[in-house]
């Protein structure tokens, strides 16, 4: 439990809720009700070790504050997520509706331990160990299948080390959500890519056979789509996309819109990762407020080329 005033309350809330849930506490000295929930709440974070942080903000002494949340009564509780208020509750409500309300919101045990797998699997990646990356992973999964970005991870490594079979029954879940991830669509479709040149005769071919019979006839989206696949899979992105975008252009429902799912799942698989949200944004506080005369970083020159292909695309569908 920290006390916070105007002077700490970025770095002790706002900053802090990028890292985890902060469950502010407006509290008073005279205030009855406050002495009654305010050992509840240390109770509770004491017992939730670490899912969250309790700060507690005097509304007495810290009116700016109190004001700037709209408090009206006291104890009023706010629980901060990522820079912003999400939730809260007001009154000296029991231990058990305490948790109740965290539960909400604070991220599990098992969530927690399936998330640290997760981040020491990108640190063994970039130490170039796939194979216990992939254990790191498939235990991030194991406690926590809901994991996402763990099972996006794991999926894409098990492909990366021609782990096929293994990467489709990863994959399974995710195709069977409804609405599917785009992310998770993209990696479907590059899976289909690799089957289709691990069992397809063209999947050898040279790019002048292609080219050969695309020559004699312009509208041979069969072939035109079988180089795509083998361009995509040997890692000539934009030589698969220029290839699908004469499909597209041609006949933009062809072969139940497969060539523009391609390209989508290209575009996808090109598009640098977002960087986690986090305090010291540039252009921004810490409570996220834009700052004038921001300066804008250069564009990452993958990210360019996303842009101009999705352009692209989209005067094509036009």
């Not at 002077?7 to 205030?31: K, R």
């Not at 009700?33 to 050992?39: A, E, F, L, Q, T």
């Not at 009206?72 to 820079?83: E, H, Q, Y």
Request: aromatic share 6%.
């Amino acid at each position: 439990m920290i006390n916070v005033t105007i002077e700490n309350f970025d770095a002790e809330v706002v900053a802090a809720s990028h890292q985890v849930p902060v469950l502010v506490d407006f509290w008073a000295p005279w205030c009855g009700p406050c002495k009654v929930i305010g050992p509840l709440l240390e109770k509770v974070e004491e017992d939730y070790a670490g899912r969250f942080k309790l700060v507690k903000i005097d509304s007495d002494q810290e009116q700016q504050l109190s004001q700037a949340f709209g408090i009206r009564s006291i104890p009023t509780c706010v629980l901060m997520v990522n820079g912003k208020p999400v939730d809260g509750f007001m009154g000296a409500i029991p231990e058990s509706q305490i948790k109740t309300f965290l539960d909400k919101h604070v991220p599990s045990a098992d969530a927690l331990v399936a998330e640290a797998d997760a981040e020491d699997a990108q640190a063994l990646i970039a130490a170039g160990d796939p194979q216990a990356a992939l254990h790191k992973l498939h235990e991030a999964l194991s406690v926590n299948p809901g994991n996402d970005d763990a099972r996006y991870d794991y999926v894409k490594l098990l492909i990366e080390n021609d782990m096929l079979e293994d990467a489709e029954a990863a994959l399974a879940p995710a195709l069977a959500e409804i609405p599917r991830q785009l992310r998770f669509e993209a990696l479907g479709q590059f899976l289909d890519a690799i089957k289709f040149v691990t069992t397809d005769a063209r999947g050898t071919w040279a790019p002048a056979q292609f080219d050969a019979l695309i020559a004699a006839n312009k509208r041979n989206f069969d072939t035109r789509l079988a180089k795509a696949r083998v361009l995509m899979v040997s890692g000539d992105w934009t030589g698969a996309m220029d290839e699908l975008l004469e499909i597209i252009m041609r006949d933009k429902t062809w072969g139940d819109a497969v060539p523009r799912k391609t390209f989508v799942a290209i575009l996808e698989l090109l598009t640098p990762p977002k960087p986690k949200a986090g305090p010291a944004d540039p252009g921004k506080t810490a409570g996220g407020i834009e700052v004038v005369g921001k300066v804008v970083a250069e564009a990452d020159p993958q990210a360019q080329l996303v842009a101009a292909y999705r352009r692209k695309l989209s005067m094509a569908l036009n």
